[in-house]
């Protein structure tokens, strides 16, 4: 089980930290993911991390903006957005990965960036 929080209404330029607690999986056996789906878009990927932390990645969009990171002992897995812009806004979903089996999603937090 996954469970997203931290979202919220921000203003341009401000900052948030959303967190994805994991339950009832060995978190660090998981590769965890943010992902993001605005109104009327696809869901896209924002950014990875391995199991062990050691691979990361994000989409260009966020690139320098945004940093992922996990805390295995803690079993949750963060993302920390600064400078963020309207076009950010979106519902951001919490993803676990492992090889040979079907993905796990939380329900997703909602992110608006607004005026």
């Known amino acids: 089980q996954l469970v997203e929080s931290g979202g919220g209404l921000v203003q341009p330029g401000g900052s948030l930290r959303l967190s994805c607690a994991a339950s009832?999986?060995?978190?660090?056996?998981?590769?965890m993911g943010w992902y993001r789906q605005a109104p009327g878009k696809r869901r896209e990927l924002v950014a990875t991390i391995t199991s062990g932390g050691d691979n990361i990645n994000y989409a260009d969009s966020v690139k320098g903006r945004f940093t992922i990171s996990r805390d295995n002992a803690k079993n949750t897995v963060y993302l920390q957005m600064n400078s963020l812009k309207v076009e950010d806004t979106a519902v951001y979903y919490c993803?676990?990965?492992?090889?040979?089996?079907?993905?796990?999603w939380g329900k997703g937090t909602l992110v608006t960036v607004s005026l």
């Open positions: 993803n676990a990965k492992r090889l040979y089996e079907k993905d796990s």
């Open positions: 009832r999986i060995i978190f660090s056996d998981y590769d």
